[in-house]
């Protein structure tokens, strides 16, 4: 079924070609929504969101696009609009455990004493620290760096999902790189 096919049936309410698009393209949009948000419940919660999104806003469907370019912009614009109001609570959850006085410290339990738990929580630290790195680039340029590498989508594919000129996501790539390698070398040296 071709993508204008697809969006008319959608259109008609015909609960089995829903049900094709959601198979077709649902581990696509868990993973782009992973890739920004970095937490896998999130992220399936998220691509739950971005398919009522798309059953709900089929007739506004630009045929002028492919389905997966549709879906993409949706995904990444949930997965943004979550890192924002996740932002905020947690601004406002330190302001209360400041003015509430509660202790934010959570009992730490005993490491393994194994080789193989050491390496498995440097590992986990070293992700978290890349994640980190990741999620604090600015906006437009963790996009891109995210569809890029976690999606591994063509500069074009991305320009066409961002509506950016082509030139503009060779840049947003270039910089995240660059402003990646930086962050993940000050750490390095800082031994965080």
């Not at 109001?85 to 194994?114: G, L």
């Not at 500069?155 to 999902?161: L, R």
């Amino acid at each position: 079924m071709d993508d204008r096919h697809f969006i008319e049936q959608i259109q008609t309410g015909n609960e089995i070609a829903f049900r094709q698009l959601v198979d077709t393209h649902q581990r696509m949009v868990v993973n782009t929504c992973y890739g920004l948000v970095h937490d896998r419940a999130d992220a399936e919660d998220l691509a739950q969101e971005v398919f009522i999104e798309v059953f709900r806003s089929a007739s506004r469907f630009r045929s002028d696009s492919r389905i997966s370019t549709w879906l993409y912009r949706i995904a990444v614009n949930k997965s943004l609009n979550f890192i924002r109001d996740h932002q905020k609570r947690k601004f406002f959850q330190k302001i209360e455990d400041v003015f509430f006085s509660r202790n934010s410290s959570a009992s730490v339990s005993q490491p393994f004493s194994t080789d193989e738990a050491d390496t498995a929580i440097q590992e986990k630290q070293k992700t978290a620290m890349v994640h980190r790195a990741i999620a604090s680039l600015p906006e437009n340029q963790r996009v891109a760096f995210t569809l890029n590498k976690y999606e591994d989508l063509s500069y074009q594919e991305i320009a066409e999902i961002m509506e950016l000129s082509l030139s503009s996501v060779e840049s947003l790539i270039h910089r995240a790189k660059r402003n990646l390698q930086q962050k993940l070398y000050r750490c390095y040296k800082k031994d965080c």
